[in-house]
Structures are given as structure tokens and as C-alpha cells.
């Protein structure tokens, strides 16, 4: 009975002792971090944290690339992408995670879908303050006339979630939900209150997207971005000829029970469990989900962050206009307890941002913007810092061993990636925060 409750409770994978068997990289494709402003002793304490979280056992696979001044530190990736998940049988055939692996990004998704409207904006096609109304009129139905793209695309568009009890297989059929959320009646009035749409406003960006150029929003990224940068994959969903090379999701880390089950379905709209199994459905990638099945690597997602840091362009080919930069990072409210989420967030319209002197992206980080994708994998640029930021990972658990080795990841990064001159008067100015915080950070940093 005791090793029975242990295996439901331990969620986990075995980690060999010699994790060099099962790390991949090519040398080639790092630049020495002397040209990023680095030490090989910053790089090596980066590389370390990333394997001590692989060691938790929650993660099958992780692959991480890391940017500095536009050079690739690290591009890496430990454990297998499929066959030695929680669950997987021990004769499954065991294939390796490489930096080449693509990887669902969830809602990391929401982050290039915000992007191709700030693109139409760009174009002058649309503008931030419209009514959605005007493009889906259909979407005026129940008092939500007045919700404007910018109060969808900045989480305060008044529908965070579907009804309850909305069957999740809807998702596969984008008409079918996208008349639902038109019918829906909103839970609160555009603008009035932050909460993290989760599922719902990728889905109405995507009909405008569609309304306005006659193409969806898969043929506009791979037109704007896929093809000018020769990704490989970065597409919503793939052919089903690549779908078998997509890293397989897992269910790890701790059962979860009464509240924290209770607030994860309400944001996710279903159990935490079954997201897990959708992603793995192949029917999630012969679909566009907006806000949720973006396909790419860890190398392409920095680069497409690097392309931000860089205000549009990357390897000599502009994609966005500077001010179209500006416009997607600016922040969108004061930091603020989300409704959905239950914890204190702050967004731009787009991203998700940092805060001082700790906040998602690490310490000081209220220059940084990104998103995170079903908690687990990170993309992020900080200015700041100069850095583009890509962690992917295959397993998904909400709480776990791997919360204290993922904060410490981060706060890794902070402190081995410095501060540029220029932006040491505003962190200075936030140093009087660090003080309730300072011992915590030491007791974390120690063997730093």
C-alpha cells in the first residue's frame, strides 16, 4: 500500500546519476559568452540550474536557448522528448529531447498572436481601441458592444473564460466557439477588471485576424515571420507528417486537491489533467488555437524575442516596425491581483511583465516582457539585460519538487546576466523593495 501512495503521489521520472548521456547540444551553435559580455563561469552557472531542475524528476525533457547581446550562450536540452514520461511504459522506445524538438508552447502562443494584431495595427488595418464589434458584429450580443481589442488583448476583456461546462472537444471546432463567446454574457464590463483570458481572447483575435485579411492566422504568421526568418516549424499546429516529432506532454508533480484544483479548472475551464491529454490529441495540431498550440523550438522562440529586443528585426529582415515594439511592451495597468489567476500580475497588451524587486522574469526585472505557456515553458526578452530567454519543458505539473529549482533558475539568470549601465538609475531607485526580500534571496543564492 505505502509504495502504491508513493507512485500516485511521485509523479516522476528516474534521473540517471551521469546526465551527460542524456544532454545534447553542438558546440558549434554557442558562441563563446566572452562575445555575449559573459565569463564561462556565468554560462556554466546557467547550465547548472537548468540541469538541477531537470534532476526534480517533473521534467521528461527540457530545452533551453539563451540570447546575450544577440549571441547564442546556450542552445541545450536534457531527457527524452517522448517514451520516459510518467506513465510511459519501460519498454517504450526512449527518443532523446535536442534543441532542434519542437514543443507546444500553450500560452506562450498568446504572445505571436498578440503580435500579428500589432502587425495589422502596424499596417493600419486596425486599431487597439476599436470595438470588436466592429469586426465581429455578432460580438455586441449581451451588453459586449463596447469591448475593445485593447481590453481583449490586455486581459480585460470582460470573458476570461467559456461558460461552465463547455464540452472540450469545441475547441477543435473554431466556428462553434467562436459563437459562443459572441453569444456569451461578459462576467464584468470591457476594461473594469484584469483577468487572464486564458482560452477566449486568442480565439476572438484570431476571427479578426480572419475577418479583416481573408486568411487565417497561421497563412499571416508563416507569410510575416515563419518563412522571412526560415523557421522551421513557429506555426499554429503542424502537417500531420511532423506531428509525431512534437515533444509528448506529461501529467507530473504533486495530485492536486481542493482549492488549488478548484482554481486551476476555473482558469483552464477544464481539469488540470485533461489539458495535458488535449495537447496530446493529434487533433490539437490539426487546428488553430490562437491562444495555445504554437509549435516551435526553443531556438526559434528566442529568436523571435531577440527580434523584439531589437525593436522588429532580426539577421538584416524587418518584421515590425520599432514603435510597433514599443506599443505591444507598454504596460497596460499597475500591477494587480488578476481575477483568474489569483495572484498579482501585470500586462502589457500582449505580454506579461516583469516587476521589481522580483517578479516573473527574476530580480529587477520590470524591463522584461514574455509569457508563459501552461506555467512551464518561459520565453521572455529583458532589455535590461540584453538577454532573449527560451525554456521549454515537457512535463506539467502545478505544484511540485521543481518550484524552488525553477525560481532559483531564474534568479540565476538575473544575477550571471548583469544589468546594463543604462539601466542601473532604475534599479537603484527600486532597491528600497528589496529589503523585506534580501534574506530570502541570499538563503537562495548561497551556493551560487
Same mark, same amino acid.
Given at each position: ?10 509523479? +516522476? ?6 546526465? +551527460? ?7 558549434? =551553435? ?10 564561462? #563561469? ?14 526534480? @524528476? ?26 520516459? %514520461?510518467?506513465?510511459?511504459? *519501460? ?39 476599436? *470595438? ?30 467559456? !461558460?461552465?461546462?463547455? =464540452? ?32 477566449? @481572447? ?13 486568411? =487565417? ?14 523557421? #522551421?516549424?513557429?506555426?499554429? %499546429?503542424?502537417?500531420? #507528417? ?39 490529441? *493529434? ?42 515594439? #514599443? ?28 516587476? +521589481? ?7 529587477? +526585472? ?15 526578452? =529583458? ?17 511540485? !519538487? ?33 529589503? *523585506? ?12
Amino acid at each position: 500500500m505505502y509504495n502504491y501512495l508513493k507512485s500516485k503521489i511521485n509523479r +516522476s521520472i528516474r534521473i540517471p546519476k551521469d546526465i +551527460s548521456g542524456v544532454t545534447t547540444f553542438n558546440p558549434g =551553435d554557442e558562441s563563446p559568452p566572452s562575445d555575449a559580455g559573459m565569463t564561462k #563561469k556565468e554560462a556554466a552557472a546557467i547550465w547548472a540550474g537548468v540541469e538541477d531542475l531537470y534532476r526534480t @524528476g517533473v521534467y521528461p525533457g527540457i530545452s533551453f536557448c539563451l540570447r546575450r547581446k544577440g549571441q547564442v550562450v546556450l542552445n541545450r536540452a536534457i531527457g527524452h522528448s517522448r517514451g520516459n %514520461g510518467y506513465g510511459d511504459p *519501460p519498454d517504450a522506445a526512449k527518443i532523446l529531447m535536442t534543441p532542434d524538438t519542437p514543443v507546444c508552447q500553450f500560452s506562450a502562443s498568446k504572445a505571436i498572436t498578440a503580435m500579428m494584431i500589432h502587425l495589422l495595427v502596424e499596417r493600419g488595418k486596425i486599431h487597439l481601441s476599436d *470595438p470588436v464589434a466592429h469586426y465581429i458584429p455578432e460580438f455586441a450580443a449581451n451588453g459586449k458592444h463596447h469591448i475593445t481589442i485593447y481590453h481583449l488583448i490586455s486581459h480585460h476583456g470582460g470573458i476570461p473564460a467559456p !461558460p461552465p461546462g463547455v =464540452d472540450p472537444e469545441l475547441l477543435f471546432d473554431h466556428d462553434a466557439f467562436i459563437a459562443l463567446l459572441c453569444g456569451q454574457k461578459p462576467s464584468a464590463e470591457g476594461g473594469k477588471q484584469m483577468a487572464y483570458h486564458a482560452i477566449t @481572447g486568442g480565439a476572438i483575435m484570431g476571427e479578426i485576424i480572419r475577418r479583416v485579411t481573408g486568411e =487565417d492566422i497561421r497563412t499571416l504568421l508563416r507569410k510575416t515571420v515563419q518563412k522571412p526568418l526560415g523557421f #522551421k516549424y513557429f506555426s499554429y %499546429g503542424l502537417p500531420d #507528417k511532423q506531428i509525431p516529432k512534437i515533444a509528448v506532454n506529461y501529467d507530473t508533480g504533486w495530485p492536486l486537491v481542493f482549492p488549488v484544483s478548484y482554481l486551476a479548472k476555473r482558469a483552464l475551464s477544464v481539469p488540470w489533467g485533461e489539458v495535458v491529454r488535449i495537447s496530446n490529441d *493529434p487533433r490539437f495540431m490539426q487546428v488553430i488555437i490562437p491562444a495555445a498550440n504554437l509549435v516551435a523550438t526553443a531556438d526559434e522562440m528566442s529568436q523571435f524575442f531577440q527580434l523584439m529586443l531589437n525593436g522588429g528585426e532580426l539577421n538584416g529582415v524587418r518584421i515590425f516596425d520599432p514603435l510597433t515594439i #514599443k506599443r505591444a511592451v507598454a504596460a497596460a495597468d499597475a500591477m494587480k491581483l488578476d481575477g483568474t489567476m489569483v495572484v498579482p500580475m501585470r500586462y502589457s497588451p500582449g505580454m506579461m511583465l516583469g516587476a +521589481s524587486p522580483i517578479g516573473m522574469w527574476g530580480p529587477y +526585472s520590470e524591463s522584461a516582457y514574455g509569457h508563459v505557456g501552461f506555467i512551464h515553458i518561459l520565453c521572455w526578452a =529583458d532589455p535590461a539585460r540584453d538577454i532573449a530567454v527560451s525554456l521549454q519543458t515537457t512535463g506539467k505539473p502545478l505544484v511540485g !519538487p521543481h518550484l524552488m529549482a525553477l525560481a532559483r533558475l531564474l534568479l540565476i539568470i538575473g544575477r550571471n546576466c548583469k544589468i546594463k549601465p543604462g539601466f542601473h538609475q532604475a534599479v537603484q531607485a527600486n532597491g528600497a523593495l528589496l529589503v *523585506p526580500l534580501q534574506n530570502m534571496l541570499k538563503r537562495l543564492l548561497l551556493d551560487l
